[in-house]
T-cell receptor
């Protein structure tokens, strides 16, 4: 099976702009989780989508949002970008029925200037 | 909130030696743990997992040990190779949710 894919791989934006990142999970996986990774912070959970519904949410401001489509592909959106939003954004997929490993994509590196 | 931490942020080992990477977790309700390896420029890669009803699990050159009494997890890598150089994360998940909590990572450097 193909792995988790994320597009774009790299992105440069300026403060105040918005950005949309895309994630295609492993075929058959219905759960997609999004994480933000910054130096020294590890991975911080943003949210998880399962069957087009947000099932879990981390402690991020409302500027961070997401959605999932019927084919399980997911997008996350960040509005009104801030310098501190510069990070590697990772998505991970799993079957979603509980108790399974999450498999990560390569990430989208976002730089906010 | 959850707290998953690592004892050492960096670890250097000689090629061929065994490596031990440690992780402490705070939630006694956690029932599933994973070790991930992240190489530069890549997403985390699954290495090995263990459930709370086990205290040891072995893979190819890797062993994970779980001590629920002290809420401690370790990853042992046998005969460490230069390709093992990476950042290693432990992650935990509680029985009630599908959300994983990650430690900040340990950077392993293998010296040839």
């Amino acid at each position: 099976k193909a792995g988790v894919t994320q597009t774009p791989r790299y992105l440069i934006k300026t403060r105040g702009q918005q950005v949309t990142l895309s994630c295609s999970p492993i075929s058959g996986h219905r759960s997609v989780s999004w994480y933000q990774q910054t130096p020294g912070q590890g991975l911080q959970f943003l949210f998880e989508y399962f069957s087009e519904t947000q099932r879990n949410k981390g402690n991020f401001p409302g500027r961070f949002s997401g959605r999932q489509f019927s084919n399980s592909r997911s997008e996350m959106n960040v509005s009104t970008l801030e310098l501190g939003d510069s990070a590697l954004y990772l998505c991970a997929s799993s079957p979603g029925t509980g108790g399974e490993t999450q498999y990560f994509g390569p990430g989208t590196r976002l730089l906010v200037l | 909130g959850e707290s998953v931490g690592l004892h050492l942020p960096t670890l250097s080992v000689q090629e061929g030696d065994n490596s031990i990477i440690n992780c402490a977790y705070s939630n006694s309700a956690s029932d599933y743990f994973i070790w991930y390896k992240q190489e530069s420029g890549k997403g985390p890669q699954f290495i090995i997992d263990i459930r709370s009803n086990m205290d040891k699990r072995q893979g190819q050159r890797v062993t994970v040990l779980l001590n629920k009494t002290v809420k401690h997890l370790s990853l042992q890598i046998a005969a460490t190779q230069p390709g093992d150089s990476a950042v290693y994360f432990c992650a935990e998940r509680t029985y009630t949710g599908n959300q994983f909590y990650f430690g900040t990572g340990t950077s392993l450097t293998v010296i040839p």
